[in-house]
């Protein structure tokens, strides 16, 4: 059973950077996509980014691009998100979610999901 953990959140300001680590369990998986979403008090859960694992390449939601970065640690089984810059916008609870195969954007199309982790940044 794949299992996934996200850790990092926390309170920043705004300008500020935080790291977000989710870390897998239950599989191999250099032939997964992991997604990271997040979902604001009163929004849908939208799409953030999303890391295809054995090939590296990445996408980004426009509202994210140029200040998150998805990287992977193939050795820990452990994806990161790294976020610069943040806004109060880019406050809401951050989860990563994985599928077998390659990336999507859709969030109906993962099969497994963290708990979550909350960012809140103050302005």
């Known amino acids: 059973q794949v299992q996934l953990v996200e850790s990092g959140g926390g309170l920043v300001q705004a300008g500020g950077s935080l790291r977000l680590s989710c870390a897998a369990s239950?599989?191999?998986?250099?032939?997964?996509?992991v997604g990271w979403f997040r979902q604001a008090p009163g929004k849908e859960r939208e799409f953030v980014g999303v890391?295809?694992?054995?090939?590296?390449?990445?996408y980004y939601a426009d509202s994210v691009k140029g200040r998150f970065t998805i990287s992977s640690d193939n050795a820990k089984n452990t994806v990161y998100l790294q976020m610069n810059s943040l806004k109060p916008e880019d406050t809401a609870f951050y989860y990563c979610?994985?599928?077998?195969?390659?990336?999507?954007?859709?969030?109906?199309?993962?099969?497994?999901w963290g708990q979550g982790t909350q960012v809140t940044v103050s302005s």
């Open positions: 979610a994985a599928r077998r195969g390659s990336a999507r954007r859709n969030r109906d199309e993962y099969d497994y």
């Open positions: 239950g599989g191999t998986f250099t032939s997964y996509a």
């Open positions: 890391i295809s694992w054995n090939i590296g390449i990445t």
